[in-house]
Every structure is written in structure tokens, then in C-alpha cells.
């Protein structure tokens, strides 16, 4: 059969995304994936300077997502399938244009971890993202701001006479357009991938790239690339270089992912001039294969480990009896912790392939490395000659400027924002007005004007840019309330700490609404180091909310019955057109960090007084069960927070790498952790 594009439907038990938090993210969700100043000295002078270039300090502009639950329903959602007569890829373009599927037709094999569901977990540097198949990630480390958000998809000529599928989205982190071809040739085994980061400004700009690929993974499997060490990151702040297959004397070989104990990242030392690839293979000899042009220099595998927190992560990822998975990834650095300079009006693009391989698996699976890894590069380069991948990179690349035919999807409108800011000329990746949307409005207004509309009062503050160009529009436009916020905010961004605290506090002075720049307020106090007044400025703002809430008849009466009544102890009618929802995900988010600031300086009073206001509804979710366990054990009612515990509960976006579940249960006991908490991904001590 010819290659062929077209749209589908993909049917899964999936966990609603839920509203966005509707708090600016000034900082970031605990990264795991730094190293401390002490490790970094010790580290390839050239590595420790894309280390230290342009860390990530906060998400922006981009808000948080943790709206999500843990229970699932059946979904319909959109896909496209590229396929031909030997590969079939199944691509979610409202879900960051993951790969959910890569399906080898002669053998009837899925060559990568498929989820049969999909359950929102806070791994993305702005919380939600699942897990499976192959997915894209740029902007800073960590998993991309795009995991769950859309972009757009469309045909466009192959280099072979036929159709490629186009994905592109404007990157907002690094504010870069990016796009992927995804290119199957007629009769091919392998799915080529073509992609492109642009810098339209006249600035260099911090980039990032790793593509991600989930494979299932058994006793059997072994990830092998072509290095003889890998530097090792297992969520100690330490990075190292280890030999490969086995890291210490007397060792696991963590080559094979279910040998290790504990979550950890292996970044391969691949030589220069070696060829790029990473393989998993099971016990017979057969797998996935990842090759690409030299651009894509790194390669990592990242395992989950046998131990309690691995398994559970694994777990909670999926349904029970979903087999494990572990990553295989390749990248424009050495390791995912560095970011490198792409310069002014410059360009990086590379090809990738992937498809099967079948090895001789006494060769894969023996102690003998270098047997091991040579017989994948031998193999390899019988089924796909480097030299083709290369020849294909090259009749790619004329095409990465066609512009794109038929629309199959559509992503955000913050692309065309930014085109029609500066003009920007970026053939094959169309950033069209006609995406342009509600929230991108008053950034609109603001360009078209120079001023932000008058605030809706009936919902919170719209998210804030926080570019240079449009801080310097801020600047510039009338000094209302509204205006100050986002000023705040976008200094805070740039690093200017003291001028966005006095842009919050300019605003608050003739502000109706208090709430957002209390808040910011006490973020700012906790930066600074003084936790009474991020205190006072916590209890302020959600005193604030919670009168204004009231005032908009978006909570129950005084007098109803706090148990009952509306599940979401919302008014069912809602007054001035305010937005249940938009309401309610701010006030869960304003008291899910003021009762923390408020305990942390004993004022436990305070802190109960914020939960008691929090509606039925938010009470009862897991995070604030959580909560609930901490307030009790403040309020020293150490049996009745063990019974919160024994009670059960869980939530949702627990953090990667957070610990605070085991924190808080050896405060109240010396009885084991029970495994339902335990998802700690480095050993104690």
C-alpha cells in the first residue's frame, strides 16, 4: 500500500485535565534535575557551562496544570495515522503530538510502551503529563510544557512523491517555533522524523531538545547504545561518570532496567565520531531502534527501578496489569540537565529514525559488552546504512519550508500572536491569525493600543507574557491595577525581583481586587526570605478571595451546612457572570499554598481557619486530605492525622521525586511507610 495520512479516533479511559491553575508560576514545581554548585565544579568544564546556561527559574508564561483527578472515563480522542504497508504510527495532536502508537505490521509488534490509559501525573515542567510512546520534548529539562496542550498538524509533500505529516507549535518557555515532519516512505521500516527549532529573534536563545520513547520492558530487555560509560544522575543533585554495563565493582548491570533498585537517568558517553543510536531489545534479540544524524548527539536511558517507589510511580502511571516500561532518549547534549545557544536567526534541524531490529540475542545478552554493542551497530547498519540516514536528512530538508496543505489540526493561538507582533517570516510553519483566541485578546489590545482592556472582574487575571517585548509594552501602558499584576509578573521573570514587588505593590493600592497581588506578594516574601510576612500576605489574599467570592455569590451562605448542599460548594447560580470553575481552581490553588506558609510559622489557627473556608468539594480531594493530615498534626492530633492515613487517600499531582507523603507519616509514627505513600526515587539517607 502507498503511505497514507488521515484522521482518527482513539478510545481510552482518560482523567479530565481539569482548569488550569489560575496562579502565575513564579517558581518552578521542585525540578528534580539539578546538580548543586559543589558537583558541578567536578564535571567536563564545557558540560558545566551548558549546565549553568539559562536554567529554567519558572515556568512562565505558561500556567500550571493540576486540575486532574485519578478517576478515568472512556474518551474519544482525535488522532492521525500515518502508515504504510509495514509501519503504522498513531499520532495524539491534541496531546502534544505524542506518537501513541508505532505498530510493525509483518511481525504484529508495538515497538513502544502503548498506556492503555491516560492519567495526568505532575511530571511536565508545568505538571501534567503521562506516559508512553514518543513524545517531544524542548524548551528547558524536563518534560515539555506541550505534554497535554495541542499543536498544529497538517500534509505537506514528502521528499518520495508522497505526503508527510507536519507538526508545529510555537514553544513558549524559550519563545521558539519548532516543527516535526513525520515521514514514512513507501515500503519502509522506519519512520523518519525531520525536525527544526527556529530563532527568529535577534537574540541567542537557550535551547533544549529530547525525544522521548517509552519501551516496555521485562527481565529480558537490555537497552545497549554504543559508549563505554554513561553519566549517572539518581536524584542525589550528583552527576558521574560510570562504566558501562556495570557501574560499580561487583555491581547490577543497568543496562538491563529491571535489575536496579532505584529510579536513575544514564546518559551515554557516545564518541564523536560514532554513530548515533540507542536499542531495546528483549530476550530474543528484537526491538526498537533509534538512529539519527549527528545533530542528536545524546543518548539516555532512564529505568524506574525494582524498589517501592519505582513500582509505584509505575503503577500510578496506569491500570494494573499494564506491563513496566523504561525510556530510551536522544538529544542535542551530552545530558538532559544542559541547555546550549542556538544563535540569532539561526536554525538547528536534524533527522531521526525509528523502527525494528532483530539481533542475534546470544550476542545482545553477552557479558561481553563490546560483543553486545557491536552486533547492534552491525545489524543495524545491514537493515538502515548510516550513510541512508544521512541521504535522507539531506532530501528532507528542502521540504522543511513547504507550506503545509491540508489542516488536520489546530494548536494555540500564541504563535500568531508573536507573528503579528514582528512580522516574523517562517515558511512551512504558519502561525495564522485565524488561531488567534480569547486569551490571546488582550495581548491584542495591548499590541493594537498600547493597553491592556479593562479587567473582567468575573473571573481571575488572564495568564501574563513575559517576553521582553511585552514587558517593555507594559511599561509603557497605563499604570491601572491589572497592568501593574502583569508588569509584576513579567519582572519577576526577567529576574528583578525588587521592581516587580514594587509593581505589586503600586497596583494594590488602587486595586478592587486584592487577591492576585497579595499573592504574589507573599511568593515574593518566601523568595526573600521572610516567612512571617509571606504569612501575613497569604492569610490577606485569601481572606481577600474568599470576601470576593461572596460577593459574587460563588460559595455557599454563612448559614448552609458545609457538608452539604452543592457538591462543589458553589451557588448554582453564579452572580456578575463569574465562572464557577475558574473560581473554584483559584481558590483551591490559593489554599493549597497559604495553609503550608501558615504552618510553617505556627500560626495553626490561621492555617485551619483557610481550610474550613475551602468548599466541600476541594476539602475532599486527595492534596487536601493531605493537608487535612498536616493541620492535625500542627493542632498535635497526631491519632486523628494517622487516621487520615489509614483512612486513605491519594494526590493526584504528587510531584517527581517528592517525599513529603514519608515526611509527614514518620512525624506521626515509626511504623513502615505504607507502600501506598511510598514513591521516594533515591535511597534514604
Request: glycine content about 10%; charged content about 25%.
Amino acid at each position: 500500500m502507498a503511505t497514507t495520512v488521515r484522521r482518527a479516533v482513539l478510545t481510552l479511559p482518560a482523567a479530565p485535565l481539569g482548569p488550569e491553575n489560575p496562579l502565575p508560576a513564579l517558581r518552578t514545581l521542585d525540578e528534580a534535575h539539578t546538580v548543586d554548585e559543589h558537583a558541578r565544579r567536578k564535571l567536563p568544564s564545557d558540560m558545566a557551562r551548558q549546565i549553568g546556561y539559562e536554567p529554567l527559574r519558572t515556568p512562565l508564561p505558561v500556567r500550571i496544570l493540576d486540575g486532574y483527578g485519578r478517576e478515568r472515563r472512556e474518551t474519544d480522542i482525535d488522532a492521525i495515522v500515518i502508515e504504510n504497508d509495514r509501519l503504522r504510527a498513531t499520532v495524539l495532536p491534541g496531546l502534544g503530538g505524542r506518537i501513541h502508537s508505532l505498530h510493525h505490521k509483518p511481525t504484529g509488534r508495538e515497538l513502544v510502551y502503548r498506556n492503555p490509559v491516560l492519567q495526568p501525573a505532575c511530571f511536565a515542567l508545568n505538571g501534567a503529563w503521562f506516559s508512553g510512546g514518543i513524545e517531544w520534548n524542548i524548551g528547558a529539562t524536563g518534560h515539555t510544557t506541550l505534554s497535554c496542550a495541542p499543536v498544529h498538524a497538517a500534509l505537506v509533500p514528502a521528499p518520495d512523491g508522497g505526503e508527510m505529516l507536519r507538526l508545529w507549535e510555537w514553544e513558549r518557555l524559550r519563545d521558539l517555533p519548532f516543527q516535526v515532519d513525520l515521514w514514512l516512505p513507501d515500503g519502509s521500516d522506519f519512520l523518519y522524523v525531520g525536525a527544526r527549532i527556529r530563532n527568529p529573534h535577534e537574540r541567542t536563545a537557550p535551547v533544549y531538545w529530547w525525544s522521548n520513547i517509552a519501551v516496555e520492558e521485562d527481565e529480558g530487555t537490555r537497552v545497549l547504545a554504543p559508549a563505554e560509560s554513561a553519566w549517572h544522575f539518581g536524584y542525589e543533585r550528583r552527576l558521574r561518570e560510570v562504566p558501562v554495563p556495570v557501574a560499580e565493582p561487583g555491581g547490577t548491570d543497568h543496562t538491563y532496567p529491571t535489575r536496579a533498585e532505584f529510579p536513575a537517568d544514564y546518559f551515554y558517553e557516545v564518541p564523536g565520531g560514532a554513530r548515533k543510536w540507542i536499542a531495546s531489545l528483549d530476550a530474543r534479540g528484537t526491538g526498537l531502534v533509534h538512529t539519527s544524524t549527528d545533530t542528536l548527539r545524546g543518548r539516555k536511558l532512564f529505568l524506574w527501578g525494582t524498589g517501592r517507589g519505582g513500582r509505584n510511580w509505575q503503577r500510578w502511571l496506569t491500570e494494573p496489569g499494564t506491563p513496566g516500561y523504561a525510556e530510551i532518549q536522544a538529544g542535542l547534549a551530552r545530558t538532559q540537565l544542559e541547555h546550549i545557544p542556538l544563535e540569532a536567526e539561526g536554525e538547528l534541524s536534524w533527522l531521526e529514525a525509528y523502527g525494528p531490529l532483530t539481533a542475534d540475542p546470544e550476542a545482545v545478552h553477552a557479558d561481553d559488552w563490546d560483543r553486545a554493542r557491536t552486533e547492534v551497530t552491525e545489524r543495524l547498519e545491514a537493515v538502515l546504512p548510516r550513510a541512508d540516514v544521512d541521504a535522507a536528512y539531506r532530501a528532507w530538508l528542502p521540504y522543511a519550508d513547504a507550506e503545509p496543505g491540508e489542516r488536520l489540526a489546530a494548536g494555540s493561538g500564541w504563535g500568531a500572536l508573536e507573528v503579528l507582533r514582528a512580522g516574523y517570516k517562517l515558511p512551512g510553519t504558519p502561525f495564522e491569525e485565524s488561531t488567534l483566541g480569547e486569551e490571546q485578546e488582550p495581548w491584542v489590545e495591548l499590541l493594537t493600543t498600547g493597553m491592556l482592556p479593562a479587567p473582567d472582574t468575573a473571573v481571575p487575571p488572564g495568564p501574563t507574557l513575559v517576553a521582553p517585548h511585552w514587558r517593555d509594552m507594559l511599561e509603557t501602558a497605563l499604570d491601572e491595577p491589572l497592568t501593574e499584576y502583569h508588569l509584576g509578573v513579567a519582572q519577576w521573570h526577567a529576574g528583578d525581583l525588587a521592581q516587580a514587588v514594587r509593581s505589586w505593590e503600586r497596583g494594590l493600592r488602587r486595586a478592587t481586587s486584592r487577591w492576585p497581588l497579595l499573592r504574589c506578594l507573599a511568593v515574593a516574601d518566601q523568595q526573600g526570605g521572610h516567612p512571617g510576612l509571606a504569612a501575613d500576605h497569604y492569610a490577606a489574599a485569601f481572606d481577600s478571595l474568599y470576601e470576593e467570592s461572596g460577593s459574587r455569590g460563588l460559595r455557599e451562605e454563612e448559614t448552609g451546612d458545609a457538608d452539604g448542599g452543592d457538591a462543589d460548594g458553589l451557588a448554582d447560580g453564579v452572580a456578575d457572570g463569574g465562572d464557577r470553575e475558574a473560581w473554584t481552581a483559584a481558590t483551591a490553588a490559593l489554599g493549597r499554598e497559604a495553609i503550608p506558609a501558615l504552618l510553617a510559622v505556627d500560626r495553626t489557627a490561621e492555617a485551619r481557619g483557610v481550610w474550613d473556608r475551602l468548599p466541600p468539594e476541594v476539602r475532599r480531594r486527595g492534596a487536601f486530605r493531605f493537608a487535612e493530615a498536616q493541620l492535625l498534626l500542627a493542632e498535635g492530633e497526631k491519632a486523628a492525622a494517622r487516621a487520615v492515613f489509614d483512612a486513605g487517600f491519594e494526590v493526584p499531582d504528587l510531584r517527581e521525586g517528592a517525599e513529603t507523603l514519608g515526611e509527614v507519616w514518620a512525624a506521626l509514627t515509626d511504623d513502615p511507610l505504607p507502600d501506598a505513600y511510598e514513591f521516594r526515587m533515591r535511597p534514604k539517607g
